[in-house]
């Protein structure tokens, strides 16, 4: 009987601490759009994964990637009276697949041609740098880069040790808006 009380009083306290610790959701928005989730660890980490659609030169959705980052909180600026502001650097993984069609023009058939597929399975490691700011009510914004060093297996012209599109894509800045709960 005492160890079934020790093991209630022990899940009660995990579920205390886990609800008490800040999460959000929402939306990140840059090179690509992902459906964003991030769990808070203590006062200064948390813990960042992504999901969602990679898109071509023509923004049009070519593939998937998950991603997940550990990050750090390493600054507090005071910038306004209302609200908290926060710099972040993290690092973490991703995978992923893509699948882009290659277009060309035809100038023999007047119209764009397929003219290969290119088939990719992306793995790497993503380093994160950004600002947020979390308003007095639970909204959240923030500014980020997030490039990925990595490679691509698979049936292409990136096919081998470095995945570009990675690096090209990941300096962009990229705008996340979160609901805090």
Same mark, same amino acid.
């Given at each position: ?37 991030? %769990? ?9 994964? &992504?999901?969602?659609?990679? =898109?071509?030169? %023509?923004?049009?959705? &070519? ?6 980052? %550990?990050?750090?909180?390493?600054? /507090? ?5 209302r609200g908290e502001w926060a ?7 991703? =995978? ?7 277009? =060309?023009?035809? &100038? ?8 290969? /597929? ?14 947020e700011y979390t308003f007095w ?25 470095? %995945?570009? &599109? ?7 800045p990229t705008l996340s808006v979160?609901?805090?709960?």
């Amino acid at each position: 009987m005492k160890r079934f009380f020790a093991i209630l009083a022990g899940l009660i306290v995990l579920g205390a601490a886990a609800s008490a610790q800040p999460r959000a959701i929402g939306a990140r928005l840059g090179w690509g759009y992902e459906l964003s989730f991030q %769990y808070g660890f203590g006062e200064y980490q948390f813990l960042q994964v &992504d999901l969602g659609a990679t =898109v071509d030169r %023509y923004l049009l959705p &070519d593939g998937a990637r998950l991603t997940g980052t %550990y990050n750090f909180i390493f600054s /507090e600026p005071r910038w306004t009276s209302r609200g908290e502001w926060a710099w972040f650097a993290g690092v973490g993984a991703t =995978v992923g697949v893509i699948h882009r069609p290659e277009w =060309v023009y035809s &100038d023999s058939e007047q119209q764009f041609v397929k003219t290969a /597929e290119y088939n990719y399975f992306v793995t790497g490691v993503v380093p994160q740098f950004g600002l947020e700011y979390t308003f007095w009510f639970p909204l959240q914004l923030s500014l980020d880069i997030r490039p990925t060093i990595g490679v691509a297996l698979g049936k292409g012209r990136e096919m081998g040790p470095f %995945y570009m &599109d990675g690096i090209t894509f990941g300096f962009i800045p990229t705008l996340s808006v979160r609901y805090r709960f």
